[in-house]
Nanobody, 113 residues
């Protein structure tokens, strides 16, 4: 099983970025998929979840700015991030959960001028 995040990078405040989580080796459509982020020296912060049925959930800190989606035909989850703030700077991980939990390796998002 592999979860591979991509699309991170450096963006200016107010900018946009889309990160992806490509999966393989699991039945993607059965998994609830989640984005979590971590700032060095701090704990993990839940960002967003999309259930296997497509229901979406967001942390208050990102609601209205971030949009999570999934493409079951591509076994991939996406996170569209708009109106980015310096406080969004973190390592973004995707997590797949069904009867077992799988983590990706993370992609770095840096919001800075």
């Amino acid at each position: 099983v592999q979860l591979v995040e991509s699309g991170g990078g450096l963006v200016q405040p107010g900018g946009s970025l889309r990160v992806s989580c490509a999966t393989s080796g699991l039945t993607f459509s059965k998994y609830d998929m989640t984005w979590v982020r971590q700032v060095p020296g701090k704990g993990l912060e839940w960002v967003s979840t999309i259930s296997r049925s497509g229901t979406t959930y967001y942390a208050d800190s990102v609601r209205g700015r971030f949009t999570v989606s999934r493409d079951n035909s591509q076994n991939t989850m996406f996170l569209q991030m708009n109106s980015l703030k310096p406080g969004d700077t973190a390592l973004y991980y995707c997590v797949g959960s069904f009867y077992i939990i799988y983590w990706g390796q993370g992609t770095q998002v840096t919001v800075s001028s």
